[in-house]
């Protein structure tokens, strides 16, 4: 079978990426200009923050997965929305820190590599597993 077969088509992640990446930046577009900073517009800010980040994320998450993936390792549409989301996390992370002015560049470096060996890690797991439709057939 051929890999692009075998990868995930780019219409399964165009519509979330266009409800996410408009949810999250229209919100986050209101929120900024028409707020004050309090409470409730602080955790609506990293709320629509997460979806935006996600949203812009998943094209960028797909084209690096169809361009760097091997064959044996093809990542479903659903591995594609988590490394997206880890994104959206991780911005919220970093923008969380630098509102408490703590945030370095080193500790940017540290958290990024956390999320990375994290995602990393899945993988692996993802594909160590057994699955039936992998063994040969005797015919």
Same mark, same amino acid.
């Given at each position: ?10 219409? =399964? ?86 509102? =408490? ?17 994290? =995602? ?5 797991? =993802? ?13």
């Amino acid at each position: 079978m051929n890999r692009s077969q075998q990868f995930p088509p780019f219409s =399964e992640i165009f519509v979330p990426f266009l409800i996410l990446g408009a949810l999250g930046l229209g919100g986050l577009t209101l929120v900024i200009t028409q707020t004050l900073p309090t409470l409730l517009p602080r955790w609506l800010f990293f709320f629509l923050s997460t979806l935006g980040v996600t949203g812009i994320a998943l094209p960028i998450v797909y084209f690096l997965n169809w361009r760097f993936s091997s064959s044996n390792s093809l990542p479903s549409t659903g591995t594609l929305v988590r490394e997206a989301l880890w994104m959206g996390i991780l911005f919220d992370l970093l923008a969380w820190l630098q509102l =408490e002015r703590v945030l370095t560049l080193t500790l940017g470096m540290i958290l990024f590599l956390g999320v990375f060996i994290l =995602e990393f890690s899945l993988r692996l797991i =993802e594909r160590a597993q057994w699955r039936p439709h992998d063994t040969p057939h005797d015919s």
